[in-house]
């Protein structure tokens, strides 16, 4: 049985470990899809993890906007979304036996998944590349991606 206590309790270098694996992982579903979703001829969204090398290898600059906060914002605000499976892991950690020393951890396993060498790595990739600082909003978001994109 699968203890999500342990889950949020993990070390920063077991997080990072897990989220590389499993990204490696998905990006090989993500492809297969991508491929059999790209016969309709829709336009296609796709948020992903996938590593900018792999990127590179299937798609082009045009098809591909990467989105990159500093890492005191990825950190800090990384629970204040109402996205349910992050969520779900505030309550788990809320609601452990030590949820302060388990959010610290926690909060330095976010804070080695998006360390400077991995921020510098999409921000480097040659990509296009939007940062989201405090003052971003979802609609200045949204107006550079549509722009990037030629969907304006």
């Given at each position: 049985?699968?203890?999500?206590?342990?889950f949020?309790?993990?070390?920063?270098?077991?997080?990072?470990?897990?989220?590389?694996?499993?990204?490696?992982?998905?990006?090989?579903?993500?492809?297969?899809?991508?491929?059999?979703?790209?016969?309709?001829?829709?336009?296609?969204?796709?948020?992903?993890?996938?590593?900018?090398?792999?990127?590179?290898?299937?798609?082009?600059?045009?098809?591909?906007?990467?989105?990159?906060?500093?890492?005191?914002?990825?950190?800090?605000?990384?629970?204040?979304?109402?996205?349910?499976?992050?969520?779900?892991?505030?309550?788990?950690?809320?609601e452990?036996?030590?949820?302060?020393?388990?959010?610290?951890?926690f909060?330095?396993?976010?804070?080695?998944?998006?360390?400077?060498?991995?921020?510098?790595?999409?921000?480097?990739?040659?990509?296009?590349?939007?940062?989201?600082?405090?003052?971003?909003?979802?609609?200045?978001?949204?107006a550079?991606?549509?722009?990037?994109?030629?969907?304006?």
């Open positions: 049985m699968f203890y999500w206590r342990e949020v309790s993990r070390s920063p270098e077991e997080y990072v470990a897990w989220l590389d694996g499993t990204s490696r992982e998905a990006a090989q579903l993500e492809i297969i899809q991508l491929l059999r979703l790209s016969q309709s001829g829709k336009k296609i969204f796709v948020d992903t993890n996938t590593a900018p090398e792999r990127l590179k290898q299937i798609s082009s600059w045009d098809h591909v906007a990467i989105l990159l906060s500093p890492q005191s914002l990825s950190v800090e605000r990384f629970f204040d979304r109402p996205d349910a499976e992050k969520q779900f892991l505030y309550r788990q950690i809320m452990g036996p030590e949820p302060e020393k388990t959010m610290e951890n909060r330095a396993c976010i804070a080695l998944a998006n360390s400077i060498e991995r921020y510098e790595a999409f921000a480097g990739s040659g990509f296009f590349t939007h940062l989201r600082t405090e003052e971003s909003t979802i609609e200045g978001t949204l550079a991606l549509e722009a990037h994109f030629g969907l304006c």
